[in-house]
């Protein structure tokens, strides 16, 4: 009995040390991770002359608001981004959920007739494509989307890789409960929404960060199909717009030498930065618990 206890010490010990080390090194890794963001909210607030003589640091140099001014110079027009970027955001990752899920969930019946082949057509979509100039040529004359937020709206609403992720998931729910609700009356449309998406949180909160993340990133379609006769931009587009404004001003001959040194172009980057992805980022927290078995679960089942 004597020997189990001090053998039971030792093992708490051990363990304890372990834990000890482990908690230290993951310490110093989320320390690592924190760097990056500190030293670009830093940058922001640092003059572009002291940028450019010693280069980036953690502490800004010439404290100064410069590069936000410039950003907020036209507070309507980032207003009215912020404003198409959020309701982009919201509705098209509720409505991207709910028809990406009745795909998934379609897709996995076992008395769907058609869920191999259009399984196999989602997942060819991403080996080849039509190219940029067919693309185009859809949008803007076929379906008439050019200067439309639905031109930006609609491609990300569904994404094949998203689809195959939720399909995957919901392999792992078994199929008996679909069965049960058959037996009990009940049909499609209630047993997917009463039965199966309440089992679908951990897929839905990842899938849901994914599409969020699109729409909030996004700037290549407004690019493509939003001229300057739409007078509110989404937000990523229009940060764009103004550093290039910002590095072409630099750039040109005309511009004086003052003008030039007084642009505060790298600064810009990081205020740009930082103003894109403070708002987004608070998103996280609320889907951390179920994001990671969302994702786990959707890549190991085949």
């Given at each position: 009995?004597?020997?189990?206890?001090?053998?039971?010490?030792?093992l708490?010990?051990?363990?304890?040390?372990?834990?000890?080390?482990?908690?230290?090194?993951?310490?110093?890794?989320?320390?690592?991770?924190?760097?990056?963001?500190?030293?670009?909210?830093?940058?922001?607030?640092?003059?572009?002359?002291?940028?450019t003589?010693?280069?980036f640091?953690?502490?800004?140099?010439?404290?100064?608001?410069?590069?936000?001014?410039?950003?907020?110079?036209?507070?309507?027009?980032?207003?009215?981004a912020y404003?198409?970027?959020?309701?982009?955001?919201?509705?098209?990752?509720?409505?991207?959920?709910?028809i990406?899920?009745?795909?998934g969930?379609?897709?996995?019946?076992?008395?769907?007739?058609?869920?191999?082949?259009?399984s196999?057509y989602?997942?060819?979509?991403?080996?080849?494509?039509?190219?940029?100039?067919p693309?185009?040529?859809?949008?803007?004359?076929?379906?008439?989307?050019?200067?439309?937020?639905?031109?930006?709206?609609?491609?990300?609403?569904?994404?094949?890789?998203?689809?195959?992720?939720?399909?995957?998931?919901?392999?792992?729910?078994?199929?008996?409960?679909?069965?049960s609700?058959?037996?009990?009356?009940?049909?499609?449309?209630?047993?997917?929404?009463?039965?199966?998406?309440?089992?679908?949180?951990?897929?839905?909160?990842?899938?849901?960060?994914?599409?969020a993340?699109?729409?909030?990133?996004?700037?290549?379609?407004?690019?493509?199909?939003?001229?300057?006769?739409?007078?509110?931009?989404?937000?990523?587009?229009?940060?764009?717009?103004i550093i290039n404004?910002?590095?072409?001003?630099?750039?040109?001959?005309?511009?004086?030498?003052?003008?030039?040194?007084?642009?505060?172009?790298?600064?810009?980057k990081?205020?740009?930065?930082?103003?894109a992805?403070?708002?987004?980022?608070?998103?996280?927290?609320?889907?951390?618990?179920?994001?990671?078995?969302?994702i786990?679960?959707?890549a190991?089942?085949?």
């Open positions: 009995m004597v020997g189990r206890v001090r053998n039971r010490i030792k708490d010990k051990s363990d304890r040390l372990v834990r000890g080390f482990a908690y230290i090194f993951i310490s110093i890794f989320a320390l690592m991770c924190l760097v990056p963001f500190v030293l670009m909210i830093s940058t922001s607030f640092s003059t572009e002359s002291e940028i003589k010693t280069g640091a953690l502490i800004p140099k010439g404290f100064t608001f410069k590069a936000y001014e410039l950003l907020l110079k036209n507070s309507k027009q980032l207003l009215g404003v198409v970027t959020i309701a982009m955001t919201i509705s098209g990752t509720a409505i991207g959920l709910f990406i899920s009745m795909t969930y379609a897709l996995q019946r076992k008395d769907f007739p058609f869920r191999n082949g259009i196999f989602i997942y060819f979509t991403t080996l080849f494509q039509g190219g940029l100039v693309y185009y040529i859809l949008v803007t004359k076929y379906m008439g989307l050019k200067d439309n937020y639905l031109a930006v709206f609609l491609p990300l609403l569904m994404t094949p890789w998203l689809i195959i992720l939720m399909k995957n998931f919901i392999k792992s729910i078994p199929y008996e409960i679909t069965e609700g058959k037996i009990d009356g009940a049909g499609d449309i209630t047993i997917f929404i009463k039965l199966i998406m309440p089992m679908l949180k951990p897929a839905l909160a990842t899938i849901g960060l994914f599409l993340l699109n729409y909030w990133n996004e700037w290549y379609q407004s690019m493509l199909f939003l001229s300057a006769k739409v007078e509110f931009r989404p937000l990523q587009y229009h940060l764009y717009k404004e910002v590095a072409s001003l630099r750039n040109s001959v005309a511009a004086t030498v003052t003008q030039v040194t007084s642009l505060p172009l790298e600064t810009l990081m205020a740009t930065a930082v103003v992805t403070g708002p987004i980022i608070f998103l996280y927290p609320f889907v951390q618990k179920y994001f990671i078995s969302g786990t679960v959707g190991v089942k085949g």
